[in-house]
Nanobody, 121 residues
Framework: QVQLMESGGGSVQAGGSLRLSCERS???????MGWFRQAPGKEREGVAV????????YYADSVKGRFTISQDNAKITVLLQMNSLEPEDTAMYYC???????????????WGQGTQVTVSS
């Protein structure tokens, strides 16, 4: 059974940077990994996704040009580099594994426990 362990997150001022890491353990047939986020009172939304096989990436329009998703050579750890952070990026961020393109929660099969990102103005 696949498990996802997140690290990173925290508090930063607007314009700052943070990096999230997600390490996958256990066997999975899922072909995509990525990050979703959920702010209080809002639905969970896709942020960035990467295909495990060929590293094709997808980004939500709100983070394009600011966030970068990548994976290590072993394709076990997925990183989310977040630059030029804005208060609107404040949310709980969840690592996810599922079926590509995994741009919606319905295609997610495994969730991480979540890590909080808070951006102050």
């Amino acid at each position: 059974q696949v498990q996802l362990m997140e690290s990173g997150g925290g508090s930063v001022q607007a314009g700052g940077s943070l990096r999230l890491s997600c390490e996958r353990s256990g066997y999975t047939q899922n072909n995509c990994m990525g990050w979703f986020r959920q702010a209080p009172g809002k639905e969970r939304e896709g942020v960035a996704v990467i295909a495990i096989g060929d590293s094709t990436t997808y980004y939500a329009d709100s983070v394009k040009g600011r966030f970068t998703i990548s994976q290590d050579n072993a394709k076990i750890t997925v990183l989310l580099q977040m630059n030029s952070l804005e208060p609107e990026d404040t949310a709980m961020y969840y690592c996810a594994a599922g079926w590509c393109p995994m741009q919606e929660v319905g295609l997610v099969r495994t969730w991480g426990q979540g890590t909080q990102v808070t951006v102050s103005s």
